[in-house]
């Protein structure tokens, strides 16, 4: 069995910044590409970073310059560090995992919430 969680979220005011934490545990083999999705109410899920195993990243456009994803693979972790948030940041942020167990699992946690106010 795989399990992600997902740490960091919270309540942060327009401009500010939060660090998001996934960590992967289990009978893990190999972690290949790791997500950070997000939803918002009444939209769908979409994804916001993602990384490969080499190191490879992608960013969703309205969060590049803003948003770093990064991991360690060592600690089968992904970060997300979020900066200058905001209003339309708010969401429920998810991680997701390609994760061998031997057999290959899409494994996702159970999300963090997000919310930039003032």
């Known amino acids: 069995q795989v399990q992600l969680v997902e740490s960091g979220g919270g309540l942060v005011q327009p401009g500010g910044s939060l660090r998001l934490i996934c960590a992967a545990s289990g009978s893990i083999v190999k972690i290949n590409s790791m997500r950070w999705y997000r939803q918002a109410p009444g939209k769908q899920r979409e994804l916001v970073a993602a990384?490969?195993?080499?190191?490879?990243?992608h960013y969703l456009n309205s969060v590049k310059g803003r948003f770093t994803i990064s991991r360690d693979s060592a600690k089968n972790t992904v970060y997300l560090q979020m900066n200058s948030l905001k209003p339309e940041d708010t969401a429920v942020y998810y991680c997701?995992?390609?994760?061998?167990?031997?057999?290959?699992?899409?494994?996702w946690g159970q999300g963090t919430q997000v919310t930039v106010s003032s």
């Open positions: 997701n995992a390609d994760i061998e167990t031997p057999a290959w699992n899409n494994s």
């Open positions: 990384i490969t195993s080499g190191g490879s990243t």
